[in-house]
């Protein structure tokens, strides 16, 4: 019998995705990584017997059933989705995002975690015991939106909605759903921040950022908590972003 902890984690191959995926490998947890990118999964995996593969795309619902079919196959039980695979776009006025741009937005950030979203609600609500824990990675930007960031933010606003939606109907099966609210991690992807980013005045400025490690800490607070508790919201932010006060 596998005694093991088993989470999902989409996004799994860069950023946030991966320091989350090793913090769980590290601790003892059995990690399906779930990417597009097949190589980089394999270098996350290798020599970790408790890491499966898991290439997908997220926004293609055959892809997103195997993943999670092999999954199962694998484990048996899914206990928690960590729904983290997401793009957004350069800071751009609505009237130059073109609707191709937008699409795709909605289709990884929305689309995509309303797949994975609802793979796991049904293995979790069949499953002996029953129950689970779903995780959005919902950003900063689903409470407070940056300039330009029309289609992101809108993406991350239906995150919310989501996760509430996700939290109220799963609690007649033992299915808990929260959100981390993530605002100026280090990663490879949000480099860009140190060296400036549009303000609400209308300036650039660089912005404080803060270790990755760390968001990877607090999702496996969230993960390991007992199914009677949930972290229901989490904001996690560098301390001297300009996020609270005026923009």
């Given at each position: 019998m596998n005694l093991r902890k088993r989470i999902i984690i989409t996004g799994a191959s860069t950023g946030i995705g991966k320091a989350t995926s090793l913090k769980?490998?590290?601790e003892g947890w059995s990690v399906g990584l779930l990417s597009r990118n097949e190589y980089k999964l394999s270098e996350i995996a290798a020599g970790r017997e408790n890491a499966i593969i898991l290439p997908c795309d997220v926004t293609k619902q055959d892809e997103v059933e195997i993943a999670f079919k092999t999954a199962i196959d694998n484990w048996g039980h899914i206990d928690v989705l960590f729904n983290n695979a997401g793009v957004g776009l350069k800071s751009v006025s609505i009237e130059?995002?073109?609707f191709d741009q937008w699409k795709n937005v909605f289709e990884v950030n929305v689309n995509g975690s309303f797949l994975c979203?609802?793979?796991?609600f049904s293995y979790m609500k069949q499953q002996d015991p029953q129950g689970g824990r779903i995780i959005n990675n919902g950003s900063i930007s689903a409470q407070t939106p940056r300039p330009g960031s029309a289609a992101y933010s809108a993406s991350k606003h239906a995150i919310t909605g989501l996760t509430k939606s996700l939290s109220l109907d799963g609690r007649k099966f033992n299915i808990a759903c929260g959100?981390?609210?993530?605002?100026?991690?280090l990663t490879d992807m949000s480099k860009t921040q140190r060296t400036g980013v549009p303000q609400a005045d209308g300036t650039i400025k660089k912005e404080p950022m803060f270790d990755v490690e760390h968001v990877a800490t607090s999702v496996f607070?969230?993960?390991?908590l007992p199914l009677d508790a949930n972290v229901q919201s989490m904001t996690l932010m560098a301390s001297n972003m300009p996020f609270i006060g005026r923009g």
């Open positions: 769980f490998l590290k130059d995002i073109t979203s609802k793979l796991a959100q981390i609210d993530i605002g100026n991690a607070h969230m993960a390991c």
